[in-house]
């Protein structure tokens, strides 16, 4: 399996960013996909999941400026997006995608992009 994750930046207060995240390999489905965020010091918070179908959940913290988007109808890979608006200083933070999956064994496992560093400046 493998992530490609992009996007991420510098923005100040109230900007906008976009984060793209692309899954890849042989399994038998990929399910659910996530962003999350975690730097020392801080836990790991789930910001925004989406499920294979398209069902979301967000943390209550970005509800309302953050929306996830996922595309799975192109050449067997699966693609999250994180559309992130009106972002404040607090969203600053290292920003990992996740990816859950079955195997072609059936056995269900995990796997994490590297982060992508999101600043937001006041």
């Known amino acids: 399996v493998q992530l490609q994750a992009s996007g991420g930046g510098s923005v100040q207060a109230g900007g906008s960013l976009r984060l793209s995240c692309v899954a890849s390999?042989?399994?038998?489905?990929?399910?659910?996909m996530g962003w999350y965020r975690h730097s020392p010091g801080k836990e790991r918070e789930l910001v925004a999941g989406?499920?294979?179908?398209?069902?979301?959940?967000?943390?209550d913290s970005v509800k309302g400026r953050f929306t996830a988007s996922r595309d799975n109808s192109r050449d067997n890979k699966n693609r999250v997006y994180l559309e992130m608006n009106n972002l404040k200083p607090e969203d600053t933070d290292i920003y990992y995608c996740?990816?859950?999956?079955?195997?072609?064994?059936?056995?269900?496992?995990?796997?994490w992009g590297q982060g992508t560093l999101v600043t937001v400046s006041s």
């Open positions: 390999g042989r399994v038998f489905s990929f399910n659910d």
């Open positions: 996740n990816v859950k999956y079955t195997t072609l064994g059936h056995d269900e496992n995990e796997f």
């Open positions: 989406i499920s294979s179908g398209g069902r979301t959940n967000y943390s």
